[in-house]
């Protein structure tokens, strides 16, 4: 069972001690197994999303129907409250009445946490701005350890947007609690903020800031690729000068090792050619289905006393 510390629910991937991330793996990979169970019968998730989002509304509301539960919840600030002026604490007051857990997406940084302050039911982090997104870090992470195998002495490169890319960021917490070896991979106006660089070095953790990524394509077991995150810049002539910087391509792929895996917690705009989506290396569509297990486990931990 999760201990006192996720009690508020899960805001940030620093809550997570490598026994922390080892043991819901293991629930995860338990999960994969059991497609409909009735676990959480009675249980009601609200999915309150302020931002867009495909996957991870769409594969938690799956895991919550798939274990019993139901869901309430909207989709868009236009059709809440919120469009008339109520407060992220109002609405969170409101809403944990209703049900037993909030999974909440936010454009603001420091909005699951000032949620998780109000709440007394849990709180889950969608996505809190250019922040944080620990939900799908964890399931990057069963993603790996499915697909390629145990965690430690990997290569792993995260690449593309890692200023404003959330996933990232919750991704390299996560990993610093592995003896892996970690390539930042991305131009110079986006590089890994310095706040995840002090984390992991205050973890003794090797990482690398490299902007060409066939420089190091043959020695990566892992290759993260992440998206340009558009509606996070401040000036939009920025944008359009950096939004096609980087374009993996197939012939990428002929120099890559046997066992090398390419993966993206998508959207995937123009940044992997569709040409490379066949090979067997590519597993991001894969990876969307590791969701379900992941957040099923998650769901049980957090809903079930
Ligand atoms: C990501 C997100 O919302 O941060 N998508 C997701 O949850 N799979 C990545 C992105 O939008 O680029």
Do not use: W
């Not at 006192?4 to 809550?15: E, L, P, R, T, V």
């Not at 609200?46 to 996957?55: G, Y």
């Not at 973890?203 to 902007?211: D, M, S, V, W």
């Amino acid at each position: 069972m999760f201990n006192q510390k996720f009690s508020n629910g899960i805001i940030s991937a620093k809550q997570f001690s490598r026994e922390d991330i080892d043991y819901i793996l293991k629930k995860g990979k338990e999960m994969i197994n059991i497609k409909n169970s009735n676990l959480l019968q009675g249980k009601i998730l609200a999915t309150l999303f302020f931002e867009p989002s495909t996957r991870t509304r769409l594969s938690f509301e799956s895991a919550m129907y798939r274990l019993g539960g139901n869901v309430i919840g909207f989709h868009s600030s236009d059709v809440s409250s919120i469009k008339k002026g109520e407060t992220i604490a109002d609405t969170i007051r409101t809403v944990e009445n209703y049900s037993d857990c909030i999974v909440m997406r936010h454009s603001l940084e420091g909005a699951a946490t000032l949620a998780a302050k109000f709440a007394k039911i849990p709180i889950i982090n969608a996505g809190s701005g250019s922040g944080e997104h620990p939900t799908q870090a964890l399931l990057d992470l069963l993603t790996i350890s499915e697909e390629i195998g145990p965690l430690d002495g990997l290569n792993i490169g995260l690449m593309g947007d890692l200023k404003y890319g959330r996933t990232v960021h919750s991704l390299s917490i996560l990993l610093s609690n592995y003896n892996v070896n970690v390539y930042f991979i991305s131009p110079v106006q986006l590089r890994m903020r310095n706040r995840d660089k002090d984390f992991l070095q205050q973890r003794q953790i090797n990482y690398k800031e490299i902007i060409n990524y066939r420089k190091i394509l043959s020695i990566l077991d892992v290759l993260y690729m992440t998206r340009i995150q558009k509606e996070r810049f401040v000036d939009s002539e920025e944008y359009e000068k950096i939004k096609n910087y980087y374009h993996f391509m197939k012939e990428d792929l002929k120099e890559t090792k046997d066992n090398f895996r390419l993966l993206h917690p998508l959207p995937r705009i123009t940044e992997i050619s569709p040409d490379v989506d066949n090979s067997e290396k590519a597993i991001y569509f894969k990876q969307t289905s590791y969701g379900i297990p992941m957040r099923k486990a998650l769901l049980a931990e957090l809903m079930i006393d």
